[in-house]
């Protein structure tokens, strides 16, 4: 399938995928699917789901500034707001106001990710040793032996104060540091290896798992292929 005006993809219920090129991008209650227009694309529900399509003239005001490429969109807010705004006026038959969506849609920036410090002295000093060195954080073991507690409560401190485990929090570290590079347009090589991953597969399969979708969904774009 082909559309000659931009699409936004969303199923408030359910889930499904857009396939674009053999990659598939993943769209739910939380997030749509946004295709340029002129591409190829093909859905697959993975099960039944409702699905909402929003069109996007190519001559509306500011479209131009729009994604060029496919990517996943969060929808909350403003832009939760215009679609179901959209659909309801597309449903009574009423004239359809696409801007609201199009000024809704260049608000939305890309994925963020934040980490809570513990407020335990010992706990705290490990959530810093891992921001300053998350391709590498220190053994959680010898860090417990050298803080004269156990492995076991500071695991437990750590947690009830960051509100996620150790491994948790490395990977949130992580992910922060990956979209910052990534935003400088460092090459995806260098991500992986910075952030604490041995090839580029490994280190994309993580990003994936963390945000629903690879780095090119939310608009980064890069040369290199997965290792």
């Known amino acids: 399938m082909q559309a000659h005006a931009h699409s936004l993809f969303w199923p408030p219920t359910g889930e499904?995928?857009?396939?674009?090129?053999?990659?598939?991008?993943?769209?739910?209650?939380?997030?749509?699917?946004?295709?340029?227009?002129?591409?190829?694309?093909?859905?697959?529900?993975?099960?039944?789901?409702?699905?909402?399509?929003?069109?996007?003239?190519?001559?509306?005001h500011g479209a131009q500034s729009l994604p060029e490429l496919p990517r996943v969109v969060p929808v909350d807010g403003d832009l939760r707001t215009s679609i179901l705004a959209y659909i309801?006026?597309?449903?009574?038959?009423?004239?359809?106001?696409?801007?609201?969506?199009?000024?809704?849609?260049?608000?939305?920036?890309?994925?963020?990710?934040?980490?809570?410090?513990?407020v335990n002295a010992t706990a705290r000093e490990l959530a810093i040793a891992i921001e300053r060195q998350p391709a590498s954080p220190p053994s959680l073991t010898q860090w417990a032996a050298d803080s004269g507690t156990s492995t076991r409560t500071l695991l437990r401190r750590f947690r009830a104060e960051s509100g996620?485990?150790?491994?948790?929090?490395?990977?949130?570290?992580?992910?922060?540091?990956?979209?910052?590079?990534?935003?400088?347009?460092?090459?995806l090589t260098d991500v992986a290896l910075q952030c604490g991953y041995r090839s580029t597969t490994s280190f994309l399969a993580a990003f994936r798992r963390t945000f629903g979708a690879p780095p090119a969904a939310y608009g980064y774009a890069f040369d290199e292929q997965p290792e």
């Open 16 to 60: 499904l995928e857009v396939v674009v090129n053999a990659e598939r991008w993943p769209a739910g209650p939380t997030q749509a699917v946004w295709v340029p227009a002129s591409t190829s694309f093909r859905i697959e529900p993975a099960r039944h789901s409702p699905l909402f399509r929003v069109a996007v003239p190519t001559v509306a």
């Open 88 to 118: 309801s006026g597309r449903l009574r038959g009423a004239q359809l106001d696409v801007q609201p969506v199009v000024d809704a849609l260049r608000r939305v920036g890309r994925p963020q990710v934040s980490v809570t410090q513990p």
């Open 164 to 187: 996620c485990t150790v491994a948790q929090y490395t990977l949130r570290v992580r992910m922060r540091l990956a979209l910052k590079l990534l935003d400088q347009n460092v090459s």
